[in-house]
């Protein structure tokens, strides 16, 4: 009976190879599993981009008025997540695409629900209570609009913005001043546009025509310099993933 020959030390350190490359493997594959399951991670890593841009700190809260006249501040939505834009009625550029794009944002049924289950699931969780039951509306996302020309946007030109967009649209102005202060604490900035006011066109502003998500702990998460329905809808449901069932296995 013929001996068994023993492994060369090159076959030992072969098969060893093989067995830590296909361990590595698993591991690997193990992990990807396990980040592309939790969007916490995805986002701390940076292997999942926003199309805004991530803030995440307490936004600035204003003092303005409503078309009623009442003083309104941020904390008068706290509990509700809102869409702010900074335009005018009398806009013939960005203003009104960009307000379609918010409406179509809050309107939709899959950011209502994605919204809806980020409330469900941090409900057992200390809530802050609004303190304007007027802005307690039925769809979960609002569409706030700052209007940064006081001199033409009165009332009745508010009123109609409103009335043209839904209960979930609210129109908010100031004197020029604390607007113009408002706005550059949501880093937004304008300019009064001189020639367009001597040539008598409507369009007397210049502004970037940016949009803001504030969640409804008032913090600025997102500021969106496209203002794409689509882009902002992927946004905002991968941020609040975090809270639905990706995280509950």
């Not at 009745?156 to 409103?162: C, F, I, N």
Request: glycine residues 6%; aromatic residues 10%.
């Amino acid at each position: 009976m013929a001996a068994r020959s023993e492994p060369s030390l090159k076959e030992v350190s072969s098969g060893s190879n093989r067995k830590q490359r296909w361990l590595g493997v698993a591991l690997l594959s193990a992990a990807v599993a396990v980040l592309f399951g939790h969007p916490y991670l995805i986002e701390a890593i940076g292997l999942r981009s926003y199309h805004g841009l991530r803030i995440d700190r307490p936004a600035y809260n204003f003092q303005l008025r409503d078309v009623q006249g009442d003083i309104t501040t941020l904390r008068s939505f706290r509990g509700q997540p809102l869409l702010v834009f900074f335009g005018y009625s009398n806009c013939t550029g960005i203003c009104y695409p960009a307000l379609h794009e918010l409406n179509a944002v809050a309107l939709d049924a899959d950011i209502q629900n994605v919204l809806r289950k980020s409330r469900q699931q941090v409900s057992s969780q200390p809530q802050p209570q609004l303190q304007s039951a007027q802005y307690v509306k039925e769809t979960e996302l609002l569409v706030l609009f700052i209007s940064i020309d006081p001199a033409r946007d009165g009332v009745p030109e508010l009123k109609r913005l409103e009335e043209l967009y839904g209960s979930h649209f609210i129109a908010l102005r100031s004197g020029a001043e604390t607007t113009r202060s408002v706005a550059a604490r949501y880093l937004t900035m304008y300019e009064y546009n001189e020639s367009a006011v001597a040539d008598g066109r409507m369009d007397q502003f210049a502004h970037p025509g940016t949009a803001l998500f504030i969640d409804a702990n008032g913090q600025l998460q997102f500021i969106f310099t496209e203002i794409d329905s689509a882009m902002i809808k992927s946004d905002l449901s991968f941020f609040f993933a975090k809270f639905t069932d990706v995280r509950e296995e």
